[in-house]
């Protein structure tokens, strides 16, 4: 398993954790108590921590991602994430951690956009961003998707020192 894969259930199971005791938390006006953020200072920022090394991660990791090979150039297969009401459609590009997710999302994509010829190819993070950073409609990497929708935005994708 990947370790961005890894990273991303952890942070998942972490925040789901951090949400149920927001909501427990909360009084009749829907306020939490002053003290929360204190009671709850580890885990806040062990969350902060894990998506730190998830941004960090993506950038050389390895991933696959699906194209649309019908035409006479591959497209990439991307999710628009804006409302229809907007003038510009936002989207992310789905990044699949291994094979048995790509085919599980192509099937999901087949029901969706009909009986296309879906490719795969790999690319890490950083060159994904790269191939799409001009597009300003462009927000970042789904990874995973439609399982998880985990979302790393374009700008969080670094490298840095460990």
Known sequence: MSEVKQLI???IELDDDLNEKIESSLDENEELPESFEEENID????????YHDIEHKVFNEEFIIVLNGSGEEK?????IVSDEEEDSEEFVIPAFTDEEEANA???EFKDEFGDIE????????NEIIADHHDDEEFIGLAINAPQWDFVISH???HDCCE
């Open 75 to 79: 497209e990439v297969v991307a999710l």
């Open 118 to 125: 879906f490719v795969c190819e790999k690319k890490t993070g």
């Open 9 to 11: 259930e952890k942070f």
């Open 155 to 157: 700008e969080d994708v």
């Open 43 to 50: 885990q806040i920022n062990e969350l902060n921590e894990i």
């Open 105 to 107: 999302a192509i099937e």
